[in-house]
């Protein structure tokens, strides 16, 4: 276990473009979704949510139901199976909604209350919609805004510090000659993948086989097995094809309610969420406030910084929107405060959305820092250039390389950033208003431990065995090229087996960690199976396998701040007479590592972009504060860019080489979305004069910015022009 040495282009496939293995699959309609999978004797589940936000089932009136045309089953609380839901998990302590139908408690809008179990889909949904439940209603509160007295700091988890401290903020703010102190806001939002959340279950040969669509079918199997104090050797959970994930495709109680029911049935149940259900059961991103204070020097150098971010949770489960972390990679300062606050409210638990964390949090941060230009009088790239650090700013560790200063200059040289005037308000097209604006990114690198299995084959081609999941990212193309390099052999050479946790533990396509685990995991089987090939003989009928396992040499990778890096810039137009904000030009540089397949890593980059653009100016989930519920909760209510909302986007990358990973992967997956919003919002300001700190960035937003800022305009003349009189 000491292969470190980059081997990254011996053969070349990795760096260069491949179409999608399974593209041709995928359009023809050949590659079957987890809701699409037959199974004979099938039987479907329909979840029944509750309308009330908070209180207790009074009664599930299943009586009437269980004589509809084709029902064979409506579990709840008072007869479904026990799970365990007191355990640790691959990622963590489960969500408590995931123990469902197990007591009488509603603690949300959309809380699972009962499965109506029929011979086909329509029969199940026609009864799920018929099926009479009465709630004891509690009062319930789900008003999140800033400043609640109510907030709290929560203890650290595996995943997230609640607060860093060092220095003296009050002090070192005292000191400044320039500060800024604001606060920013961004609304609830919703991953809705394009593949709805599916799982059918069945009990084969006496192990659970599960045909799923999730983010990892280890993860998966083994919060399975946990629930259901199964031997983790005896669930079997595949995701063949998977249809978008975003952080929302884990564990949800769909699963575990098709477990249930074919637990009780003794036949194969399919449970299929509809988009409705999603919004209240698969999580989503929660709201934050972020106040932050920066203090500098005239010249732009940090002495403060301050970021406080506060964000919401359920009353069942605690989940942290980690907006504050990104000031903990980005910027020193001789004091330095990150600080994360949680509400409890009568909501359902938010989860990972792509770039959790980063995403909202650097929409303030970004925007703060072009504040801070703004006061100095300086270029924002200057003033990020200033600010750069030596080391982590809290950790004091080395980057693994960093580059961020290359991606700016980069971008500023494509974008055309010299030339810009940096005064706001001035350029104008017609009826547009017209600025720019940039935002640095950047989002963890992150590695798990992961096994894989190489065999030679006697006819010349290689199986490759691997439980990566494939979310529609392009994972087995780039597996294939990882592969094909590290055995030294063309890529029509090899054969794939991914996604099913019978292949052996492997890291989630995740956190950007995803390619990275499993390329290690690979490559590592490849050598060792080369060496074994290196020693001559002919292969056996079953061929020579290798296997491997990256625990202990992630393990032993130095402590160092291993993340990547990246600088967007947009165009925008603003038409101040209707509030309309169209982007019209995003790009974006990063420094992320080897990039192990340029035409699908693109994709990545851009779809990142396009969702940062869209949450700078779109979308915003409503709570209805008097039923606790979501407002238009379907992709009709839910409003998201468009395709005519899409300008030209271009992505591309710097020279980034990672040498203590043996393909030099960073992780690509995330930081795409990071800062785009920002970069968005600042160039509102360029175009117009005016900072937007809520997103998103609506129409009547901006109409409401430029009256006021025509009021003050106004008055600033008037009271200017009363003192020329008294003056005179
Ligand atoms: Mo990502 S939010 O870790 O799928």
Same mark, same amino acid.
Request: aromatic share 0%; proline share 7%.
């Given at each position: 276990m000491t292969t470190t040495t980059n081997i990254a282009a011996v053969t070349g496939a990795v760096g260069s473009s491949h179409i999608r293995l399974e593209g041709r699959d995928k359009v023809t309609g050949a590659a079957r979704y987890a809701g699409e999978v037959p199974f004979a004797e099938l039987a479907h589940g329909w979840l029944v949510l509750s309308t009330v936000a908070r209180g207790r089932i009074r009664s599930v009136e299943d009586s009437p139901v269980l004589a509809m045309p084709g029902v064979l089953a409506v579990l709840h609380h008072g007869n479904a199976p026990r799970v365990d839901t007191d355990y640790v998990g691959m990622l963590g302590r489960p969500n408590p909604v995931l123990g469902i139908f197990q007591h009488d408690r509603v603690p949300f809008v959309g809380w699972p209350v009962a499965l109506v179990v029929a011979e086909t889909s329509e029969q199940a949904r026609e009864a799920a919609e018929a099926l009479v439940v009465r709630y004891d209603e509690e009062p319930h509160d789900v008003a999140f805004s800033s400043g609640r007295s109510d907030a709290y700091t929560p203890e650290n988890t595996p995943m997230v510090q609640a607060e860093t401290e060092k220095g003296d903020i009050e002090a070192q703010l005292g000191a400044s000659a320039v500060v800024v102190d604001e606060e920013y806001t961004t609304p609830e939002e919703h991953h809705n993948a394009m593949e709805p959340h599916a799982a059918t279950a069945r009990w084969d040969g006496g192990r659970l086989d599960v045909v799923d669509s999730n983010q990892g079918s280890t993860w998966v199997a083994g919060e399975l097995a946990s629930l259901f104090s199964l031997d983790p050797a005896s669930v079997r959970v595949r995701a063949e094809h998977v249809g978008g994930g975003f952080g929302s495709k884990g564990l949800s109680p769909h699963q575990v309610a098709a477990v249930m029911a074919t637990t009780v049935l003794h036949r194969p149940v399919r449970v299929v969420l509809t988009r409705r259900q999603m919004f209240s059961l698969v999580g989503y991103r929660s709201p934050t406030a972020q106040r932050i204070r920066l203090g500098a020097d /005239?010249? !732009?150098?940090?002495?403060a910084f301050d970021h406080q971010a506060q964000s919401l949770t359920s009353t069942v489960h605690e989940f942290i929107e980690s907006s504050a972390v990104m000031g903990r990679v980005m910027y020193d300062a001789d004091a330095h405060h990150t600080l994360h606050r949680l509400v409890r409210l009568d909501v359902p638990t938010p989860t990972w959305m792509? /770039?959790? !964390?980063?995403a909202p949090g650097s929409f303030a941060l970004e925007s703060a820092l072009d504040e801070l230009a703004e006061k100095c009088g300086m270029d924002p790239i200057e003033l990020r250039t200033r600010n750069e650090p030596e080391t982590g700013p809290v950790s004091g560790l080395p980057f693994s390389s960093r580059n961020v200063l290359a991606c700016f200059e980069e971008g500023a040289r494509r974008f055309g950033w010299a030339d810009r005037d940096p005064r706001p308000g001035l350029r104008r097209e017609g009826r547009w208003l017209l600025g720019t604006g940039t935002a640095a990114a950047t989002y963890p690198s992150g590695v798990g431990p992961s096994t894989a299995a190489v065999t030679a084959e006697p006819d010349g081609t290689f199986t490759v065995r691997i439980n990566a999941t494939d979310i529609g990212t392009g994972a087995r193309t780039a597996i294939a090229s990882i592969a094909s390099d590290a055995l030294e052999v063309d890529r029509d050479r090899i054969r794939l087996h991914i996604a099913d946790s019978d292949l052996g533990p492997a890291m989630i396509?995740?956190?950007?960690t995803g390619t990275r685990s499993w390329a290690w995991a690979v490559t590592l089987a490849a050598a060792e199976l080369r060496e074994r090939l290196a020693l001559g003989g002919s292969i056996p009928p079953e061929g020579i396998t290798a296997r491997s396992n990256t625990a202990e040499a992630i393990e032993a990778l130095a402590q160092q701040e291993r993340h990547s890096f990246g600088a967007h810039f947009a165009e925008v137009a603003v038409d101040v007479t209707t509030g309309e904000v169209r982007a019209r030009r995003l790009l974006g540089i990063y420094a992320a590592g080897t990039i192990v397949n340029p035409l699908t890593a693109r994709s990545q980059f851009i779809g990142g972009m396009t969702w940062g653009l869209s949450m700078a100016l779109h979308e915003e989930a409503i709570r209805d504060q008097a039923s606790g519920g979501l407002v238009g909760a379907d992709l009709a209510g839910y409003h998201f860019a468009a395709h005519a909302d899409v300008p030209l986007i271009e992505a591309d990358w710097v020279d980034d080489p990672v040498p203590d990973d043996p393909v030099g992967i960073k992780g690509i997956g995330e930081i795409g979305i990071v800062g785009v919003a920002a970069a968005i919002a600042n160039a509102v300001w360029h175009a117009t004069g005016v900072r937007h700190r809520d997103l998103p960035i609506r129409p009547d937003r901006v109409l409401r910015a430029a009256d006021e800022a025509r009021r003050r305009a106004e008055e600033e003349a008037r009271s200017r022009s009363e003192e020329e009189v008294r003056s005179a």
């Open positions: /005239a010249d !732009g150098r940090l002495r792509r /770039a959790p !964390g980063e396509a995740g956190g950007s």
